[in-house]
C-alpha cells in the first residue's frame, strides 16, 4: 500500500518503506502525537523519535527486536510521557538537544548538537537545533541515497506553519531563520516532513508560504 502519513489515535500505523530504512508513524493520544519507529534494512536495528503517550502502542509497534535508542525532539510533556516506561522496558539510550535535555525529566544519556550524526544501524541521521518553539527542540534528516531526503520536524515545522512560539516576536524570529536556513535553504522540494502532529507534508508544498508565514508572524 502506499504510505500517506495519514494515521489517528487507536488506528495501525502507515509504514514508508524506503530501500535501506523503513520508517512506521503512529499517533498515540491524548493530544493526537506521531510517533516513528525507524528501521535499518541491513541491521534491524531501530530507533523511536518521541515516546509519546500511550506506552503499550509504542512497544507494540516496536516488538520483540526492540530498539537501541529514543530521540526526544523537545522537551515538552507531550513528547516524552512514555518514554520512561519505554526505555524501561527496552533499554534503549535517549537522546536529546543539548539546550533541552534538562527539561525532560528522563536522563539523556545522548546531548545532540547542532550538526551530530544520529545512527540507526548503518542509516545516519543529521540533527539540526532548531531555536523558537523550544531552546532545544531538534529536527533529524535522512538524505536518502536512492531518493530523496525524509525530515523530522518535532514541532518545528508542520503544514501551513512552523511551531507555536507563544507570541514572543524574538522566539518566532528565530525558529523561522533556522528553519529556513537549516531545513529549506539546503533541502530540495521533494524532502519529505514528518512532523510532531498532523499529516505529513513537503517541503515544496509549504516553500512558497514562507514570506506569508513571516509577514504574519506565527
Same mark, same amino acid.
Given at each position: 500500500?502506499?504510505?500517506?502519513? +495519514?494515521? *489517528?489515535?487507536?488506528?495501525?500505523?502507515?509504514?514508508?518503506?524506503?530501500?535501506? =530504512?523503513?520508517?512506521?508513524?503512529?499517533?498515540?493520544?491524548?493530544? @493526537?502525537?506521531?510517533?516513528?519507529?525507524?528501521? $535499518?534494512?541491513?541491521?534491524? +536495528?531501530?530507533?523511536? /523519535?518521541?515516546?509519546?503517550? !500511550? %506506552?503499550? #502502542?509504542?512497544? &507494540?509497534?516496536?516488538?520483540?527486536?526492540?530498539?537501541?535508542?529514543?530521540? #526526544?525532539?523537545?522537551?515538552?510533556?507531550?513528547?516524552?510521557?512514555?518514554?520512561?516506561?519505554?526505555? %524501561? %522496558? &527496552?533499554?534503549?539510550? &535517549?537522546?536529546?538537544? *543539548?539546550?533541552?535535555?534538562?527539561?525532560?525529566?528522563?536522563? #539523556?544519556?545522548?546531548?545532540?548538537?547542532?550538526?551530530?550524526?544520529?545512527?540507526?544501524?548503518?542509516?545516519?541521521?543529521?540533527?539540526?537545533?532548531?531555536?523558537?518553539?523550544?531552546?532545544?527542540? /531538534?529536527?533529524?534528516?535522512?538524505?536518502?541515497?536512492?531518493?530523496?531526503?525524509?525530515?523530522?520536524?518535532? !514541532? $518545528? =515545522?508542520?503544514?501551513?506553519?512552523?511551531?507555536?512560539?507563544?507570541? !514572543?516576536?524574538?522566539?518566532?524570529?528565530?525558529? /523561522? @531563520? !533556522?528553519?529556513? #536556513?537549516?531545513?529549506? +535553504?539546503?533541502?530540495?522540494?521533494? %524532502?519529505?516532513?514528518?512532523?510532531?502532529?498532523?499529516?505529513?507534508?513537503?517541503?515544496?508544498?509549504? *516553500?512558497?508560504?514562507?514570506?506569508?508565514? *513571516?509577514?504574519?508572524?506565527?
Amino acid at each position: 500500500m502506499t504510505y500517506t502519513g +495519514e494515521v *489517528r489515535v487507536g488506528g495501525p500505523a502507515d509504514v514508508h518503506e524506503l530501500q535501506e =530504512l523503513m520508517i512506521s508513524k503512529v499517533a498515540v493520544g491524548p493530544m @493526537d502525537n506521531n510517533a516513528y519507529l525507524l528501521r $535499518c534494512r541491513a541491521t534491524d +536495528e531501530q530507533l523511536l /523519535i518521541d515516546a509519546a503517550a !500511550d %506506552a503499550a #502502542t509504542l512497544l &507494540t509497534l516496536i516488538g520483540d527486536d526492540g530498539i537501541a535508542s529514543v530521540v #526526544t525532539t523537545h522537551r515538552h510533556g507531550d513528547h516524552w510521557g512514555a518514554l520512561g516506561e519505554v526505555v %524501561a %522496558a &527496552t533499554g534503549a539510550r &535517549t537522546y536529546a538537544g *543539548r539546550y533541552d535535555a534538562e527539561g525532560i525529566p528522563v536522563a #539523556t544519556e545522548v546531548l545532540v548538537e547542532d550538526g551530530d550524526t544520529v545512527r540507526v544501524g548503518r542509516v545516519p541521521l543529521t540533527a539540526r537545533h532548531l531555536v523558537g518553539h523550544t531552546p532545544g527542540s /531538534i529536527a533529524l534528516i535522512y538524505d536518502d541515497p536512492h531518493g530523496h531526503p525524509h525530515v523530522f520536524t518535532g !514541532d $518545528c =515545522l508542520f503544514p501551513g506553519g512552523v511551531g507555536n512560539t507563544r507570541k !514572543d516576536p524574538a522566539a518566532f524570529a528565530s525558529l /523561522i @531563520d !533556522d528553519v529556513e #536556513t537549516k531545513i529549506f +535553504e539546503p533541502l530540495p522540494d521533494e %524532502a519529505w516532513v514528518y512532523p510532531g502532529h498532523g499529516n505529513d507534508t513537503t517541503l515544496g508544498a509549504e *516553500r512558497p508560504h514562507l514570506p506569508q508565514w *513571516r509577514a504574519r508572524g506565527w
